[in-house]
């Protein structure tokens, strides 16, 4: 255990943090005055105790303390502990229509989906229940969990240090958001990759496997496979003519870069351009994968015959022939089977980043 001592305070870093970072005192003002002149920041933090095997509960505590040493002079913190499904999203709205500058999402990509999904409520954002005093609620992220692809689009690291320091800087950014809709169905939102038929498959057997760590990817394939066959697909892109795509394999949705434990599957994809990047496996047989896998891996496949990349702002999926069997998941959520419209709302959330 490392000790750090700044001016009268002495505090002990967790053991997993990273300890050669030196601790700022200046955090979010200039000195003590200006920030006993300016208002308190209120953040909300959202953790899932049990993710990752309840490695995620237990590294939230051993930060706790060292995050409210680094923003407790200017900012009021507030710890919400997720009970089960669903319950980031109603926490997240609630802390919304309360005023709360920031909704921080703990965990990973799952934490943060749900989070993302709680800044809207009936197609709309969910907005502070005074609307005379308006202020945009930010969204952040510690990723803590067993996969944080979104964050590899930015470049960022699992470090919980340099997340917090994010925290303290407050730079925000405004980011895209993916929404997914079915006839007479719910809307739905996503922040990284949406995809359909076998990676969707796939990562809805890995979800059954996450006390394996990112292994879990590796056994969802696997089952995936069996059984496997490629479908034809009616896509329309930008509301235009119905195309057909003979022997789709898969079909990823990116707003943003990476899914499945690392695996770089829209490599031209960012939650600022205004557009998803669509892409396309035809005709893959299961040693296709095995040997391209490096390829997805470091997003060099486009250039692999049967790899399919356009830009789209919207894209609608259907089967040709129906046998509703085709899954779709978005963030490695399962959302049930074909047929999806996915649209992108350009700038709808501001992300400190």
Request: aromatic share 10%.
């Amino acid at each position: 255990m490392v000790y750090l001592t700044m001016a009268m305070v002495s505090m002990a870093k967790p053991s997993f943090l990273r300890a050669e970072l030196p601790l700022a005192h200046d955090l979010t003002s200039s000195s003590s005055s200006s920030s006993s002149n300016s208002r308190r920041r209120d953040l909300v933090f959202i953790v899932n105790p049990r993710g990752a095997n309840g490695r995620t509960g237990r590294e939230w505590k051993k930060l706790l303390p060292y995050l409210r040493f680094r923003l407790g002079t200017d900012c009021n913190i507030s710890e919400s502990l997720t009970e089960g499904p669903s319950h980031a999203i109603d926490i997240t709205r609630e802390a919304i229509r309360e005023g709360a500058d920031a909704v921080v999402a703990v965990g990973g990509d799952g934490t943060l989906h749900e989070v993302v999904n709680g800044f809207f409520w009936g197609g709309k954002p969910v907005s502070k229940h005074d609307s005379k005093v308006p202020r945009t609620t930010s969204l952040g992220l510690i990723p803590l969990g067993t996969g944080s692809d979104f964050a590899r689009t930015f470049g960022w690291s699992n470090d919980p240090v340099d997340a917090i320091e994010r925290l303290v800087k407050g730079s925000r950014s405004r980011i895209d958001v993916g929404v997914i809709t079915k006839e007479g169905g719910d809307l739905h939102y996503f922040i990284n990759v949406a995809d359909i038929h076998l990676s969707a498959k796939a990562g809805y057997h890995a979800s059954k496997y996450k006390r394996f760590g990112n292994l879990c990817y590796v056994i969802g394939a696997l089952q995936a496979f069996f059984g496997h066959q490629n479908h034809d697909l009616k896509i329309r892109v930008n509301d235009g003519e119905w195309e057909l795509y003979p022997k789709v394999t898969a079909l990823c949705i990116g707003n943003a870069q990476f899914f499945g434990g690392g695996m770089r599957i829209t490599p031209n994809a960012h939650p600022s351009s205004g557009n998803f990047e669509v892409v396309t496996l035809q005709d893959f047989k299961w040693y296709d994968f095995i040997l391209k896998l490096h390829r997805l891996y470091n997003g060099t496949h486009l250039s692999v015959n049967n790899v399919l990349s356009r830009s789209a702002f919207s894209i609608e999926v259907e089967e040709v022939v129906g046998s509703n069997s085709i899954f779709v998941q978005s963030d490695g959520e399962h959302l049930g089977f074909l047929p999806r419209k996915f649209s992108i709302l350009p700038s709808v959330i501001s992300m400190i980043c």
